[in-house]
């Protein structure tokens, strides 16, 4: 499989996590600020949520890692949380904005 076709599979993966209270995946949300294949299908992910105090702080991330790690021919996955920069809706994908009626 190209990198690009594994990049694909990925964020096809990613976008299957959704944070449970907005109906609209992580992705779309924008919370992935960064996403790495590095040699030997090793990725690295750096995202955020919407919000430090997030219910889900501890599974969404989890989620993603999960997820990734289902995609065949990841070798490893590392994903980092930040809460630098800050998120905002600004973030957020046009189709996400049309989901939550923001345009």
């Known amino acids: 499989?190209?990198?690009?076709?594994?990049?694909?599979e990925i964020v096809k993966a990613i976008k299957s996590v959704y944070d449970p209270e907005i109906p609209v995946d992580v992705w779309e949300l924008g919370l992935i600020y960064d996403l790495k294949i590095f040699p030997v299908n090793n990725v690295y992910v750096e995202m955020t949520l919407t919000s430090p105090s997030c219910p889900s702080a501890g599974t969404i991330p989890a989620e993603v890692e999960q997820k990734i790690r289902e995609v065949e021919g990841v070798n490893d996955v590392s994903v980092e949380l930040t809460w630098d920069p800050p998120?905002?809706?600004?973030?957020?994908?046009?189709?996400?904005k049309l989901e939550l009626g923001f345009m």
């Open 1 to 8: 499989m190209t990198e690009e076709a594994l990049r694909e």
């Open 87 to 96: 998120y905002s809706q600004d973030m957020m994908s046009e189709e996400a």
